[in-house]
């Protein structure tokens, strides 16, 4: 059974133009001044630069941007990023550290980043001109609306929501699973500005024959193929309905930056992070479940039953990945700190589908648990802020443990829990080490 990662294409270095061969000009195929300048302004190649020679450029298809260019175009819209650890660039993806969460909302520049195809020319460009959002498929009245008519058109809210990659957590599991090793920053917790997805799709009228929704955006696919999608995945028609799953434009009270989606994203709280689409201009009610790319397969599937470590799952066995389970993320200290004193304040933020109902801490590794003090989420979705302070006996080196316990009675497991082929819902305790003197 091949189990590599589809999610995830291998990277490339950061300065790697790939599929251009660069070379000097002598060695280059003839073309003719005028119709070279054209060819150039038209597919965006001058971009590389007018001493930089571009061989078979004729050939070059139009409308297509060079992989070498949108790539570089990709690093620097994340180049505002903070502190953040890049796991892979083509495309890009990078982590938080847990001390770099702290903050009670997640600043733009310290949220994850999770993309499947290419940063969009238009976001890049912060430009949202002529765009439109397409809702049709099995409604009634299918709508075009430009960003003025969503803002004007329905009631804008805005929520603080959990965001986490359905990865978040891959690195521990045993055996490895293929894919982006996310330690634990794959989450974040911004405020959203947007609309209700009902909303939109009560104004479309939903007939009763709605399963699922597709959504799609235009991040153009790493093979530079404009025909090909980088991802659409979709959700339940009971969850598009639900009050809190949301079509933003802004994140923390500003435009969404260009990797995070600009000008509209979907956001789907307590759903894995691939079902908020990015760049979204349509939404397709389905009369099945969805099929879009991403969505077969092993991507964002779990086996339909507890296999042991390494079992070979059938495919037809795989079914998709809906809720996210409960979690914590210990964010201060950081891990690692040295000589804390014996007498040790620890805080951090608990999330779950659903309310967490407490957080208990340890400080000898699970032998015994003491009770943080844990906050109310400021509305349903958003993580909840916890702190405690812990008694150390003695100096020495400890591990600090949390473990959150949801509304349903679920708790977090001090092992990694229920592996699966590609590494998804792992809740472990959060653990960090600090020596105490």
């Not at 409308?63 to 175009?73: E, K, R, T, Y």
């Not at 929501?161 to 794959?186: D, H, K």
């Not at 495919?315 to 964010?331: F, G, Q, R």
């Amino acid at each position: 059974m091949d189990y590599r990662n589809e999610d995830q294409p291998s990277g490339a270095a950061p300065n790697e133009i790939d599929g251009l061969s660069i070379v000097s000009e002598e060695d280059g195929a003839q073309v003719e001044d005028a119709g070279r300048r054209t060819f150039l302004k038209a597919t965006g190649i001058a971009a590389l630069g007018s001493a930089l020679a571009v061989p078979f450029a004729r050939f070059f298809p139009e409308g297509l941007s060079p992989v070498g260019i949108a790539q570089a175009q990709d690093m620097d819209a994340y180049a505002f990023k903070d502190q953040l650890t890049l796991l892979n660039d083509r495309p890009v993806n990078a982590e938080t550290a847990a001390h770099l969460l702290d903050d009670k909302i997640t600043p733009a520049n310290r949220l994850f980043i999770r993309n499947n195809g290419m940063v969009p020319d238009h976001a890049l460009a912060m430009d949202a001109t002529g765009w439109t959002l397409t809702v049709d498929g099995e409604v009634d009245n299918p709508l075009e609306l430009t960003l003025d008519q969503l803002k004007s058109d329905f009631e804008v809210v805005t929520r603080q929501l959990v965001l986490e990659c359905g990865g978040n957590g891959r690195a521990f599991f045993v055996p490895g699973a293929s894919g982006n090793q996310w330690t634990t920053g794959a989450v974040g917790c911004p405020e959203w500005t947007g609309v209700r997805m009902r909303d939109v799709l009560n104004a479309a009228g939903v007939k009763p024959t709605a399963v699922y929704t597709g959504h799609y955006g235009n991040d153009p696919h790493l093979s530079g193929d404009p025909d090909k999608v980088s991802i659409s995945r979709g959700i339940p028609i009971e969850k598009a309905l639900e009050e809190d799953s949301l079509i933003v434009w802004a994140m923390n009270g500003e435009d969404l930056p260009a990797i995070h989606g600009f000008p509209l994203r979907t956001i789907v709280p307590g759903y894995p992070g691939s079902t908020a689409q990015k760049w979204l201009n349509r939404i397709w009610v389905r009369d099945v479940v969805h099929d879009g790319p991403k969505m077969g397969g092993y991507s964002y599937r779990m086996p339909a039953y507890p296999v042991a470590p390494g079992t070979e799952v059938p495919e037809e066995d795989m079914v998709i990945m809906t809720t996210m389970p409960v979690k914590s993320l210990i964010t201060s200290p950081a891990t690692g700190t040295n000589s804390v004193g014996r007498s040790l304040d620890v805080r951090g933020h608990a999330w779950a589908d659903g309310d967490v109902t407490s957080v208990h801490v340890s400080h000898d590794f699970g032998q015994t648990w003491q009770e943080a003090n844990l906050e109310k989420p400021r509305n349903k979705y958003c993580w909840q802020h916890f702190n405690a302070t812990i008694e150390l006996p003695q100096a020495g080196y400890y591990e600090i443990w949390a473990r959150a316990t949801d509304t349903n009675g679920y708790t977090q497991p001090v092992t990694t829990p229920g592996w699966n082929p590609r590494g998804y819902g792992n809740n472990m305790v959060h653990r960090i080490a600090v020596i105490a003197s």
